[in-house]
């Protein structure tokens, strides 16, 4: 069984940084593609980013410039870097992957995604 396991968030000033980490473990293939999603209290889940073979990058608007996704494959971690942080950034954040490769297309979008972690509580003071 998939697990995916995150790391890395914590509390930090507006204007600041943090680095989340995501630790994938359990499947013998590598995901059509991994994304970062968030969910804040009282509002409906978001696509932050996603990184996959057939979709290269893409990012929410809100984030764009401000965050880079990555993935080193050889440790099966997928990290976010989240720069210039604001208050509205302030979340639980979970890591997810696909295995159905045309699921990609839409998982920014839709959230359809096979597995999911447990996420990683951003706050972020103004």
């Known amino acids: 069984q998939v697990q995916l396991v995150e790391s890395g968030g914590g509390s930090v000033q507006s204007g600041g940084s943090l680095r989340l980490s995501c630790a994938a473990s359990?499947?013998?293939?590598?995901?059509?593609?991994m994304g970062w999603f968030r969910h804040a209290p009282g509002k409906e889940r978001e696509g932050v980013a996603i990184?996959?073979?057939?979709?290269?990058?893409r990012y929410a608007v809100s984030v764009k410039g401000r965050f880079t996704i990555s993935q080193d494959n050889a440790k099966d971690t997928l990290y976010l870097q989240m720069n210039t942080l604001k208050p509205e950034d302030s979340a639980m954040y979970y890591c997810?992957?696909?295995?159905?490769?045309?699921?990609?297309?839409?998982?920014?979008?839709?959230?359809?995604?096979?597995?999911w972690g447990k996420g990683t509580l951003v706050s972020i003071s103004s």
């Open positions: 359990g499947h013998p293939y590598m995901p059509y593609c």
């Open positions: 990184i996959g073979i057939d979709v290269g990058t």
């Open positions: 997810a992957a696909e295995y159905r490769r045309s699921k990609c297309y839409t998982a920014l979008e839709d959230a359809d995604i096979n597995y």
